[in-house]
């Protein structure tokens, strides 16, 4: 996966938009308002995704390319070195993870509009 395929991927989703919220170079996509993946466009292709905590925890002692969340909240945020190591599908279920997980805290009125769109 690259940039270009991941930023596709994530603005097919329902409500989806993506700005620049924090600086230039940090591509930030939001549901509903709510962030569920970033990327920084310089350096290294990285992804920020909202995760289960524990889950978050396995899927860093599993995958030496899933770490922590850089500038998040390391709880419920993994930060994925997208080098090849893993998947395409594998990082498409983990976008998928973490766009579930926000679209659950949305308000109801909010998530039903959301299934209708899918």
């Known amino acids: 996966m ?8 994530c603005l ?8 620049f919220p924090f600086d230039e170079s ?10 569920f993946a970033l990327t920084d466009l310089e350096g290294d292709f ?3 995704l909202k995760c289960e905590p524990a889950l978050a ?3 860093r002692e ?12 390391k709880k419920h945020w993994n930060t994925i070195v997208v080098d090849g190591s893993v998947d395409d599908d594998t ?9 579930k997980r926000v679209v659950e805290g949305l308000p109801k009125k909010i998530r039903e509009k959301i299934s209708d769109n899918e």
């Open 91 to 99: 990082i498409i279920d983990w976008i998928d993870h973490s766009y």
């Open 57 to 59: 925890l396995e899927l």
């Open 26 to 35: 940090t591509l930030v996509f939001k549901v509903a308002g709510k962030m």
């Open 62 to 73: 599993r995958y030496m390319c899933v770490l922590p969340g850089f500038h998040m909240n």
């Open 12 to 19: 097919q989703k329902p409500l989806v938009t993506e700005e």
């Open 46 to 48: 990285t992804i920020n």
């Open 2 to 9: 690259n940039i270009e395929e991941f930023r596709e991927y």
